[in-house]
């Protein structure tokens, strides 16, 4: 018997210290995250040469990106339905193949269009249906505890993307032209399909687990001994919290999420701000940094290099930002992640040359550490304000990124073509950082509950 009870023991013991399956479904997420942001890196780099090869106005490429975003943008809270209808893991392996199909495509456009439709639309639908809204619905679903920090391992991906790719992209364009770039770019994308099809799993539930970190569920009273009063208090499981929204199809998951956040102020404070952040990252520096960089005769792979340095840095600045979320007010971090950007970008200006010195690698630490930190306290202000529908809520609050982040690509384009610089355009996106670090601090404090304060709830 005494033997018996020992192996039980150590056998409890060798499960305790298993690894929990959310963490590789974490890995796996962090890995899909690089390989959809292939084409992330890829605009930056290929703007000038299409522009010497088909004679194409930098505005027009700008539309080509600006759809791009723009789709980013709407399909996001779509896509957070449709992983609550139809499960993560097929979501995200249709939007790998878009990416690839859409990068591969694209070597055969001879019509600016053409290059909207795949550009724009194709890849804009594959890379809107992963976005940050993935990474939040795997850190909501899959962990209790920790979960702003897991928001930044995961936000982080798209950032290492960058990191990998960007050098890769403008090494590759230079060498041996933009069409083999595009190529491997749609090759890591669907490189990436076969680790989501068999390790992505959805939900803790449909493996008879807890998220990682929650604490074991009470047994459920019988519903033929609880009184009235009890029957208010029985703790809901996983699907009990996806059933609301598994209900009446996507789309009206996500129409109605819309409709209800919308009647509070909190929900507009954070989308403005969000749309600050798509404007004064991905809008501006991400598609036209090379470009403006290019204009002061730096060589393109070297203002590649510091666009990758940007991603290095954000994956330190991104994590640190989960850590600090889970320990510091969102909205007091937001503000000061803010304000750190807009002087950034009023000195950037005078910091582009033709060579690297000090002050260049300065801006790109700095603005490598606040590029995306704003995601983590973002997510938890969503969780927190919007509970249940939390996750499809900051996928409408990701769309106005993104549509921020369109007008500043489209805009910044025209202004270079109709001045012959970007100093407009830096200046403007500073003082709109000004504008979102404003609007940060007039986030009210919410009333919570066990789920977060409550959609129906007061006005604020």
């Known amino acids: 018997m005494a033997g018996a009870g020992t192996s ?51 505005s ?51 019509a600016s269009w053409q290059l909207v439709l795949l550009w724009g639309v194709l890849i804009g639908l594959g890379t809107g249906s992963m976005a940050l809204v993935f990474a939040a619905t795997v850190a909501n679903r899959w962990f209790h505890t920790g979960r702003g920090l897991v928001m930044g391992v995961l936000t982080a991906g798209s950032a290492a993307g960058q990191l990998i790719f960007l050098p890769v992209v403008a090494t590759v364009t230079e060498q041996v032209g933009w069409r083999w770039a595009s190529l491997v770019i749609a090759a890591a994308a669907l490189a990436v399909v076969p680790l989501v099809l068999l390790f992505l799993h959805d939900r803790p539930a449909d493996r008879g687990l807890q998220p990682y970190g929650a604490p074991e569920p009470a047994p459920p009273t019988p519903l033929s001994a609880a009184t009235p009063a009890d029957s208010a208090e029985i703790p ?30 909190t929900f507009w404070a954070l989308a403005g701000g969000f749309a600050i952040c798509g404007a004064t990252t991905n809008g501006i520096i991400g598609t036209h940094f090379i470009p403006a960089a290019h204009d002061h005769g730096m060589a393109e792979t070297t203002a590649a290099g510091l666009l990758a340095l940007v991603g290095a840095f954000d994956i330190v600045g991104t994590i640190a930002s989960g850590w600090l979320t889970d320990r ?24 582009l040359s033709d060579s690297v010195h000090i002050s260049i690698l300065a801006f790109v630490i700095v603005y ?28 409408w609050v990701f769309a106005a990124h993104q549509l921020g982040a369109a007008a500043a690509s489209v805009g910044a384009g025209v202004i270079r073509d109709v001045s012959g610089t970007y100093t407009v355009a830096w200046f403007g996106a500073a003082a709109m950082c000004l504008i979102a670090a404003l609007i940060s601090f007039q986030i009210r404090p919410l009333p919570t509950g066990r789920t977060g304060a409550r959609v129906g709830g007061p006005r604020r």
């Open 236 to 265: 809901m499981t996983a699907d009990d919290v996806a059933a609301p929204e598994r209900r009446g199809g996507s789309a009206r998951a996500a129409l109605r999420a819309l409709r209800e956040a919308a009647r509070h102020r």
């Open 8 to 58: 039980t023991v150590r056998t409890a013991g060798r499960r305790r210290r298993r690894v929990h399956p959310a963490i590789v479904v974490a890995v796996v997420a962090f890995v899909a995250l690089i390989g959809a942001a292939g084409f992330r890196a890829a605009p930056g780099a290929f703007i000038v040469p299409l522009q010497e090869e088909f004679g194409w106005s930098r």
């Open 60 to 110: 027009v490429l700008s539309l080509a990106v600006g759809v791009n975003l723009v789709l980013f943008g709407l399909t996001a809270p779509f896509a957070a339905a449709l992983m609550d209808r139809f499960g993560m893991r097929r979501v995200v392996a249709i939007a790998l193949t878009c990416v690839a199909a859409g990068s591969a495509a694209s070597i055969a456009v001879t």
């Open 328 to 351: 510091f007010d969102p909205r007091v971090l937001l503000a000061v992640y803010y304000g750190f950007r807009g002087v950034g970008l009023v000195m950037l200006p005078g910091l």
């Open 368 to 395: 490598g550490l606040d590029w995306v930190a704003t995601v983590p306290p973002t997510v938890a202000l969503c969780r927190q304000a919007f509970g249940d529908n939390g996750t499809i809520v900051f996928g």
